[in-house]
């Protein structure tokens, strides 16, 4: 929200210089406008509103157009003994989009919408084909329809034709892109961020550990008190010889009939 500044004007971006680009025109004079709207009690005569545009429009052809007007505005007028003047906004604002803004806006937004491509996600094309459409003047939805989605990346239409529906107006194919777009960068972020940071052994382990069944209330054979130890082969043979057992050491069985 914008604030009051010691001069009375709202804090908000003043509008960039126009030098006569005829591509930028558009942006700049809208520019303009809003900034007078928020500040309508302090520009609230069509002279102050004159004069603020005219102050962003000092070099090329937009600063010749400004220099010029200012000398026809302020040449004394012989009759009267009076400056000419700046004349009415609305006389301002029609010889500043005759002079800037292409008579055939309409054709050349309509031409472009012919052309247009997605670069970025699907939120940037989006709002370029929503500008475009409002200067085309087109209303046909199943033309407007047909230019969306030629302009889509071919991973992303076939990802809204997956559906079980497809959207039927525009409205609904401005957020069925976005959605998919979305959707889709997040899984992609996603799939990047497991990549760098849990390797395909961590992983591994890491599953490993989590199924082992190791408990060390059930001690091995080799790990009881009561087991004589290994007999190395000289006490095997006598063992043997003796008729001892080779498990307990006892005479009267063998090993396999043990039960000690």
Same mark, same amino acid.
């Given at each position: 929200m914008s604030t009051p500044n010691p001069t009375g004007e709202a804090r908000l971006s003043k509008p960039n210089n126009f030098d006569g680009d005829k591509s930028y025109a558009r942006r700049f004079l809208s520019s303009c406008q809003a900034y007078l709207s928020l500040n309508e009690?302090?520009?609230?005569?069509?002279?102050s509103k004159i004069i603020f545009i005219l102050s962003f429009m000092q070099e090329k052809a937009a600063g010749d157009w400004a220099t010029n007007r200012t000398t026809v505005a302020l040449a004394p007028n012989p009759t009267t003994n009076t400056t000419?003047?700046?004349?009415?906004?609305?006389?301002? $604002?029609?010889?500043?989009?005759?002079?800037f803004?292409?008579?055939?806006?309409?054709?050349?937004?309509?031409?472009? $919408? $012919?052309?247009?491509?997605?670069?970025?996600t699907a939120d940037?094309?989006?709002?370029?084909? *929503?500008?475009?459409v409002t200067r085309s003047n087109i209303s046909d939805k199943n033309a407007l329809s047909e230019m969306y989605q030629q302009g889509l990346t071919r991973g992303?239409?076939?990802?809204?034709?997956?559906?079980?529906?497809?959207?039927?107006?525009?409205?609904?194919?401005?957020?069925?892109?976005? *959605?998919?777009?979305?959707?889709?960068r997040r899984l992609q972020? =996603?799939?990047?961020?497991?990549?760098?940071?849990? #390797?395909?052994?961590?992983?591994?382990?890491?599953f490993k550990n =989590?199924?082992?069944?190791?408990?060390?209330?059930?001690?091995?054979?080799?790990? #009881?008190?009561?087991?004589?130890?290994?007999l190395t082969p000289e006490e095997r043979e006598k063992c043997m010889k003796e008729g001892h057992c080779l498990a307990c050491r006892e005479v009267g069985h063998n090993a396999r009939d043990c039960t000690c």
């Open positions: 009690r302090i520009y609230n005569t069509d002279k000419t003047g700046f004349g009415t906004w609305v006389d301002f $604002l029609n010889d500043f989009r005759n002079t803004i292409t008579t055939d806006d309409s054709a050349d937004a309509r031409r472009q $919408l $012919l052309n247009i491509k997605q670069t970025g940037d094309y989006n709002t370029q084909f *929503r500008s475009l992303l239409i076939q990802r809204i034709y997956a559906r079980d529906k497809l959207p039927d107006t525009m409205e609904e194919w401005y957020q069925a892109a976005s *959605r998919a777009d979305n959707l889709y972020a =996603l799939n990047a961020t497991s990549t760098t940071t849990t #390797s395909s052994t961590q992983r591994s382990t890491r =989590l199924f082992s069944t190791t408990t060390s209330s059930s001690p091995t054979p080799t790990n #009881s008190p009561n087991r004589p130890k290994k």
